[in-house]
């Protein structure tokens, strides 16, 4: 293995050129021995070479860190190598199961185009010249560039963008940030505004998670359960039911502008025009309350602003029921959400008489224009059927009772770095909106407080909607620092490359996606040593910290982040609930123990249980306490809010129409002469944390077409084909009022007429990116800080026409 | 085998299970274009209907194991068989690459290798060293996992017992998460599949060519 970086990040090199050039090296396995040019007709004996023995089997417990969903896995390793990645049994949330990024992230350990170690830009930044250095060398580096900018440009110098990282790395990154001094944390992850809705009408400032698996129905509004939800494992789980209690599985009814995988196969589809997935809501709304379907009761008990309100001068403002009766009546609903009347009245029956019925909300109802009070809207079913803090109904989750860090220290120049304004500046009305976006303009813009630029599980000049603000405030940015195992496109631009070691090889901890119920804390340890020179990222904090000296170093004096990962356990040893991981069998029995108010202890010594939760997998609490009033609402009265003050407040401000749920008529923009076609990105399963698609078997593994194979492909009704004189299969430009992308043209019905679906973000097989969301023209929403993702109208040409 | 397409939600899983743990080569993109890349287990996937009335149906498509296979017949080199415990095998040694045997599958579950496997050096480290590489020039097909059967069974000697329903599962059956893909013997009435394979639901492919499959399909109930 090289040591260092020379020669393996080559930058010049394509993802095409690393897999088909590095490749052919069929040395394993008696292969040598074959003919090359003429064996068609003849193949010999395999052999096995002197000395041949069978290897060493091994299996080991780890969690998958490849997607948000931080699924349980067992590592099969053979004299060290790990050969086969499979689910964990014992795993709470994925019981076993995996997805195929999970097992084909085997290729992501022994990929070839891994950076083999540290490396430093020479000449020109982005110029692909790179020097190869050492850990040690690449550490000093860093610690003197941080040292010296802190003492002499101050400590908010130093920014961070971190792309989905929760748990411990997050902890840790904050905790660096705060002792060095920087208010500068950029989240560049999956901001959805859910968490804003949530804020605004319980005062519980979470995103909501779903109790699937003990639903009787799923009314999903928009959200990718089976492809790129948060966890598409909770979702198959609950999908495929219990085999035990006599195979009850809830029914599942996917509301979508798109026939999406989840679409194809829940087991009804509701099709509706692009943005107006709350109007339907509302529609059923309309319908529930007029039938007195509606849980009366828990609404009178339990929620604000559902009847009308008269204030002291005895003006009436109108409440929820008001709103919901006079404008959305089913015929309207049906005009503008493109549903026949008689299947909103069936719907909404059907929610209304289901036992367990919950309505999710998805990225593409608060994508929308409007988005927040789309979100809201959606919820508000919920609300109407007393669905929360059930049984199968909308839950607020709990984190694991981890032992806090230590407190940061703080010395004086980090007391006054962080009392500056964040260079991102201040966020929308609520929520904090797409921080890096607002981040990159304001450097772009000439905010050149930043010296130091780290990315972590960031890239986002092939992520962002704003790249252009990207390339040009990296242009200002003096020191770029990248912890990307892979020479993604931002991490070309950088100046240091420190590359973490990837999942399967470094120890992290796995807190529960935000959808699951339950507190889960899975643990992720090494499958496998390191493939690369690479250091793991948590190791290198902890390193910098520790050189830095002084109040950073007191703040993070942790030998190891394995270290740090134990300490924190310790809470979850000493807290006398919940369990390690176990058969579904055994959680049912600690849950009914703990309901009883009984907890058994499994071990009475911290390193019995240490090793025991590794080798299990983590820990996790099945028990939901749902009489406790704090999991329904935590505002100043106790209450559940519909007609949220603070909203009309935001609304007002922006100058928009100051009652909620009004003007929720989704986009009925008549598209532009020259871009006729609306465009819808959406994110494809294989690639749905973002992350560049490595995998060469992920690159085998259709969408809804198998013969769709590395290609990147834009979805197009039949008609819409015919009517522009396209060909299918052939290469087309996806161009809208701000830039062009290429993708292969699929023929596909069950795509509207008038719109393209897009999948996010692939790559051509030459390396050439395939991102949507640079083609989004809408302007931001106000309230939520989000672009809308469904607002941009674009154009096909024929590649070769139009060049 | 028995799949039941009710609860398949074409997530893929199988098909880069089964991609790992038979170390299935990856074709470039152009002879994919082609249509040479390999899939033992392949998720087909068939469209009806216009939006928004659209449906679809999964059907994860391994290999038939026919009990009166089609490919057997026409090789002239018997380097596919029909085992005693009902698998289809391939002995690549043997193997010609007439493609007879391509070509009379009804399934279209064979797959030629026009090229070597091409594998870096770092890729070598996770090819599973139960199940050897084809080399250029011969068919592979799904095998059932055959080596896992092997294991299972001496495993199962080794330990002077019979073997069990849960000893022995291929890759796809074993990762599906919503356990859609049911494996057992269906000469065994306590196995699963041994009654399954008599529900209503069940069917199976292109029965009327008399192949007799050993895959059935539980259909969609929605
Ligand atoms: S769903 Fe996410 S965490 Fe689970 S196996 Fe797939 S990539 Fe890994
Ligand atoms: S793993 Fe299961 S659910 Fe996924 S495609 Fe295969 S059979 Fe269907």
Redesign the interface.
Known sequence: MPATGEGNGKPGLTRREFVWTMGAAAAAYGLQDLPDENGIFWSPEPKVELGWAPGLEEFRTSTCLICPSRCGIRGRLVDGRLVRVVGNQLHPLSRGGVCPRGIAGLQMVYHPERISGPMVAEGARGGGNWRGVSRDEALTLLTERLRASRTVAGPESLALVAGYCAGSMQALWHQFLRSYGSPNYVADDYADGTDCVMGLMHGIRRRPAYDLEQASLVLSFGAPLFESWWSPLQAYVAFGGSDEDGGQRPRFIQVDARFSRTAARTQEWVGVKPGTHSVLALGIAYVLIRNDLHDADFLSRHVAGFEDAVDGAGATTEGYRSLVLRNYRTEEVSAVTGVPVERITALARAFGSSPAPVAVCGADVTQAPNGLQAGMAVHSLNLLLGRVNRPGGVIFGKDPPLAPLASPVLDDAARAGLTSQPVAGPGPAFGTGDVASRFARAVAAGDGRVENLLLYYADPLASSVHPEAWRAALARIPFVVSFSPYLDETTRHADLVLPDLVSFERWQDAPSPASYPYPVWGVAQPLVEPQVDGIATGDAVLAVASRLGGSVAQSLAYPSFEELLKERAKGLFEIRRGMLFASEFEGRHHRQMEERGWWLREHDEFEEFWEDLVDRGGWTDLFHDFTDPAGIAQTPDGLIDLMPEELTRALVANGLDRTPYIGLTGDDAVPPADFPLRLMPYRVSTLASGTLSLERWLAEVPGLFPETLWYPWVEVHPDTVRTLGLEEDTMVWISSSRGRMRARLKVFPGTAPGNVCVPYRLQHPDGELANPLQLLDGPTDPLTGLAPWFTTFVRLDQVGAVD | MVIDLD???????C???C???NN?A?V??EQ??MGR?M?WM????E?E????????Q?FPRPCMHCDNPPCVKVCPVSATYLGEDGIVGQI??R???CRYCANACPYTVKYFNWY??????????????DV??R????IEKCTFCHHRLQKAKEDARAEGRELREEDFQP?CA???????IIFGDLDDPTHRVATLKDDPRSMRLMEELGTEPKVYYLRS??
């Open positions: 609860r398949c939600t074409g997530c893929a899983a098909e880069v299970a991609k790992s743990e299935l990856t470039s993109p994919a274009e890349a899939s392949k998720v087909i996937s469209v209907g216009e939006f928004p009335n659209s449906t679809l999964f690549y040694a193997c010609i690459g070597g496997p091409e594998w870096s050096e770092s890729e070598l480290q996770h090819l599973n060293p050897s590489v080399p250029k020039g011969v890759a074993e990762i599906c998460p919503t356990r859609a109930r929605a």
